[in-house]
């Protein structure tokens, strides 16, 4: 989250908007009998426990848009563990990323080579060279390194200031509880006050946020690429 934001963590300086088809919380809330306890937290217990229900749920699906100094990015990530999979999208230009046991791959389109390259040389040469493959990055690699923050449960629910609890709200049916960090009072994150406290949803000023859904689900998408799916990095002539 950093501030509730979790701008450093992703695409390396993106702020946290919402996704704009995720449910609005609403007012309706009853007692819940089945309530966690989350309640009679302070703001930074409350963080605290979503992190640890978060991590101990072993897998989530976190979706939404980010934004990049003037670019929106459509961000849909599934996580398991450390291992992760999906997708950003900006401006017409798609990259998929997966990470698997430590091994990082990425898979940019076409119009992602073609924004990179204002020659049009390089892209031409990656589109042909690539195709629909992935690309098995380098250990160390500088360039496309930090877009795989983006999985970073501690990163996500971080916080940087004072963090304070607010109303009890429904989340998509679910009853929520606000948690605002002192740093970025304008973000709000809903922790979920029925059956394990997870995150629901962070928003932020002008609509801005993300939404975790699939807890504990298993995602078979998330597997090594064979080697017939894949281009070594350090063929392409980068580092």
Sequence with gaps: MAALTISAALLSGCGLPNDPNAPKPTASVSSDPAGNGVEVLSGKGVL??????????????????????KDLIQLDLKNAGDDFTGSLKSSGATIEVLSVAGQKYIRPDAKFWERMDSTGATAT?????????????????ADFGTIFAAADIDAILNSEGVVTKGETEDVDGVPA???????????????????????????????????????????????????????????????
């Design 48 to 69: 605290d426990k979503s992190r640890i229900a978060l991590r101990s749920a072993k897998s989530f699906h976190v979706k939404g848009v980010v934004k990049e100094e």
């Design 125 to 141: 040469a990656m589109k042909q060279q690539v195709g629909t493959k992935w690309i098995k990055l380098a250990a160390k690699d």
């Design 177 to 239: 509880l606000a948690v605002r960090d002192s740093a970025d009072a304008a973000s709000t994150l809903w922790v979920s006050t029925r059956g394990e406290p997870y995150p629901l949803k962070l928003e932020g000023p002008a609509g801005q946020g993300l939404t975790f859904s699939d807890f504990g689900k298993t995602f078979p998408e998330i597997k090594e690429p064979a080697a017939s799916e894949f281009v070594d990095q350090s063929k392409l002539g980068k580092k």
